[in-house]
């Protein structure tokens, strides 16, 4: 069973930084694309950023480009969102998602599919 637990969100005020932490467990890493997602309210969901190590490839919305950077730890099989100068437009509900490299390479970032998606951790950026 895919298990994954976000933490590390919180409240900062503009201009700073956080880092977002996925505890993946349940599936072999490589086997995996991971992504980082964020709900706003009112708004729908998007994806921040997905790679996959397979692959080699990684995404970044034009929103956060050059300003979140996504990694991981294969040995803890976790993986990492850093994210820098944050903005009030970053504040939201943060998830961690898991996508089969198969469906990976057809969808992208665009589309997880349901059932592996953590439970979300919120971000709040003050003006």
């Known amino acids: 069973e895919v298990q994954l637990v976000e933490s590390g969100g919180g409240l900062v005020q503009a201009g700073g930084s956080l880092r977002l932490s996925c505890a993946a467990s349940g599936f072999i890493f490589d086997d995996y694309a991971l992504g980082w997602f964020r709900q706003a309210p009112g708004k729908e969901r998007e994806g921040v950023s997905c790679?996959?190590?397979?692959?080699?490839?990684?995404y970044y919305a034009d929103s956060v480009k050059g300003r979140f950077t996504i990694s991981s730890d294969n040995a803890k099989n976790t993986v990492y969102l850093q994210m820098n100068s944050l903005k009030p437009e970053d504040t939201a509900v943060y998830y961690c998602a898991a996508q089969r490299i198969q469906l990976y390479r057809v969808y992208g970032c665009s589309r997880f599919l349901p059932g592996n998606w953590g439970q979300g951790t919120q971000v709040t950026v003050s003006s």
């Open positions: 790679f996959s190590t397979r692959d080699g490839s990684t």
